[in-house]
């Protein structure tokens, strides 16, 4: 394979789907992937057609899974030598659900796809990554954060087995930690030849026909919220700029907006002991 290869999780609909049509177009072999095999080939066909290209391949993952994960990682390693680029893209975040939902290995839907997933399968591709002349990782995080500055992960309770289940703050926690999880893994790969930076999603324009469980309400206010989001294709630009550029090929452990700027998150998400705590709680998952 002499094209880079960028690997885009969740890219069957939105920013991940756009992502992958520029990717694509800049050059790179794009793995798509997507937890629905017949919503992933439909978007694959258009991605291929967008970007002109057939470098771009569809692989089955369902980041809410370990079993899954780990049968992905095996597959990208017999057929490729190395990964140049990881989008942790696809999240769970659905505003209309009102209890706890457990995946079939027990664990809070929303904690295991937004941020045990991106964990394990960065952890899996990791020896794929050191292949590359220089290894990228994307986390995705959301400006929805700084509405919550004091948000901290529950680490007693990070799956609301005790307390009262909110989608918002399970939301909010996953995307924290992901947040965390690029600082110590930027700590941790510093000597290497890889990189990790993470992106801080603003309001993007969304497909409500994605969510049919949404109220009228819900779908009201997210009508007059799209008149103030950008499209996904413009929050794109930042996958691609943070996937491609020269310019951040030494930068690492940082936070990015739509604009490509650098942003700060919480003091919560600096302070280096609680980056520790996030981080014993997260690897007692594995």
Known sequence: ???????????????????????????????????????????????????????????????????????????????????????????AFDVSQKEVKTTEEGIESIWATNHLGPVYLTELLMESLKQSKQGRIITV?????????????????????????????????????????????????????ITINCIRVTNVKIDLNRYPNLSALAKFAYSIKSKKSITPEAMAKTYTYLAVSETVRDITGKYFDENNQLVQSSKYSYDKDEIKRVKQLTETYF
Request: proline share 1%; hydrophobic share 40%; net charge positive.
């Open 141 to 193: 995080a959301s400006k929805g954060l700084v509405l919550h500055p004091n948000l901290k992960v529950d680490l007693k309770d990070p799956e609301f087995k005790n307390g009262k289940f909110s989608v918002s703050k399970a939301y909010y926690q996953s995307k924290l930690a992901q947040v965390m999880y690029t600082y110590w893994i930027a700590e941790e790969l510093k000597n290497t030849n």
């Open 1 to 91: 394979m002499d094209k880079k290869i960028c690997v885009i999780t969740g890219a069957n609909s939105g920013i991940g789907k756009a992502a992958a049509v520029q990717i694509a177009l800049e050059g790179y072999f794009v793995i798509m992937t997507a937890r629905s095999k017949e919503r992933g080939e439909k978007a694959l066909k258009e991605v291929r057609t967008l970007s002109k290209s057939d470098s771009v391949e569809l692989m089955i993952l369902d980041l809410s899974l370990k079993s899954s994960i780990k049968h992905f990682a095996e597959t990208y390693r017999k057929k490729y030598d190395r990964l140049d680029v990881l989008i942790h893209n696809a999240a």
